[in-house]
Structures are given as C-alpha cells and as structure tokens.
C-alpha cells in the first residue's frame, strides 16, 4: 500500500470499471487574447478565464490566430460516462499513478468527466501504465 492512493468506492464503482477512451487528435495548450476566435463549433473546446489570463484546450488544427503562447504535442484520453461528485480521488490516483512511472499530465474537468492530456510521445506508455495499475481491465 505505499505510494498507493486510494479513493473510497462509491457503489459498484472500482477502478477497474472506469473505461479509459483515447482521443485521437493531437491537442494543444494555450493562452489568447481573448476568446472571439475560439471555434465553440469544434468537438473539443475547453475553455478558462482568470484575472491573469484566457486559457483553451484544443485540437492543434483547430488554434485560433490570437493566440499568443502555446504547447503542442498533447494526446489525450477520458473516463468514459458521467462521474457522480459524490466519488472522490479517481483523478488523484490516475495522476499518482503516472507520475510515479514520469508521466506529467494536464487535466480538464467537465461537468460529467475528467480529461487526462500526457506528452504525445508518453501517451501509450501512460495507457498502459494505467492498464498495468488496474484501470479498465
């Protein structure tokens, strides 16, 4: 159990029951002017605000020209199916798994699921990582 995270099991719902569902683009990450350019039209679009800036997620095809900073080279997967609030540290532990193994992540949450974003060049180790640690098995 050291090194391990473990989250309380709400239900049925274990590990090995979350279905982890690769995304097949490749993703960027980046700051705008503002978001009058932001395809809200594209499949994937994620989208915030703060005092200090104006961030997106999005397909690397799909970057508006007001960007003005940016990083390539994200593939992504999801937790397929909508998570209930109620269940807690699913997210914690898919990070504490890879970054034990030197996988860093970006995450977006939604309203029904987490998304996980790793360099693209670490993408299929980290899917397997997470097979190996018990998740969607």
Known sequence: MTG????????N?????LKLK???SVFSVCKVEDFSM??????????????????LVCKTADIPPNTVEREDGWKGFFIE???DFSLIGILAEISA??????????????????Y?????ENFQKA???????GFGK
């Open 4 to 11: 391990e995270i473990r989250r309380e099991q709400q239900g």
């Open 13 to 17: 719902m274990s590990k090995g029951s």
């Open 22 to 24: 690769p995304l097949e």
């Open 38 to 55: 932001v395809s809200q039209e594209a499949v994937y679009c994620f989208t915030g605000k703060t005092k200090q800036e104006n961030s």
């Open 81 to 83: 199916g909508a998570l």
């Open 97 to 114: 798994v890879l970054a034990d193994n030197g996988i860093s992540i970006f995450a977006v949450s939604t309203y029904n699921t987490d």
């Open 116 to 120: 996980i974003f790793v360099k693209q």
């Open 127 to 133: 899917l397997q990582t997470l097979e190996d640690a």
